[in-house]
């Protein structure tokens, strides 16, 4: 579809440390832009800094599965995606969709969604979502710029990417997935896209304008994923 757009959106930026008013403030302020441009929008939502605490809260505690990692990384998910249901509320389908392959009849300009079960990330979720509602491409909001040939924060000479394959980006990050893994798309959502032939668009959340950028068909920094 083409004035569909699937946003998954980094945890991260919604709740570094404490929920970002302002950031989504912000990214508020561009969707709505958009809406009034007759797009339509599927946003999922990760669990941010509420899932690392929980998730390192029950490390310190017991000897803990991946699964109950998972599923507190779920529930904050959730929680966050109720958040943005609420903010959104007049353009938002009043459900959030925890199943990326539900197809929902959505007569809104927005629809909100969250963590599904466990074993899979948002970005999992986001592909599926995509392939759920028809779209071909992702727009992968999340705290780097691009993606790079090595961490940036602990190499000067990092390289980066302004388009990029799977198989290549394949190679640069762990193959497994695991509950709080950082990396600008997770490897399963990958492999997944991939398979769909479907495109990520890398941006920073935390430089919005590039984001309106994409969205308006003008020069962006960021990188593509094919």
Known sequence: MKDLFVISLGGSLVVPNEIDVK???????IIEKEI???KKFIIIVGGG???????RAAKSLTK????????LGIHATRINAHLLLTIFRKYAHYRIIKN?????????????AAGWKPGFSTDYDAVLLAKTYGSDTIINLTNVDYVYDKDPDKYKDARPFKEITWN???????KNWTPGMS????????????K????VIILNGKKLKHLQNYLENKIFNGTLVY
Not at 100 to 112: D, M, N, Q, S, Y
Not at 168 to 174: F, R
Not at 183 to 194: V, Y
């Open 23 to 29: 950031f989504l403030k912000n990214f508020k302020k």
């Open 36 to 38: 009034k441009r007759n």
């Open 49 to 55: 800094k509420t899932a690392r605490n929980y998730q």
């Open 64 to 71: 803990v599965s991946n699964e109950d990692l998972d599923w």
């Open 100 to 112: 990326p392959k539900e197809k929902v009849v959505f007569k809104e300009k927005i629809l909100i």
């Open 168 to 174: 290549e980006y394949l190679k640069l990050i762990d």
């Open 183 to 194: 990396a600008p798309f997770d490897p399963i959502a990958s492999r997944l896209a991939q």
């Open 196 to 199: 769909f032939k479907f495109k």
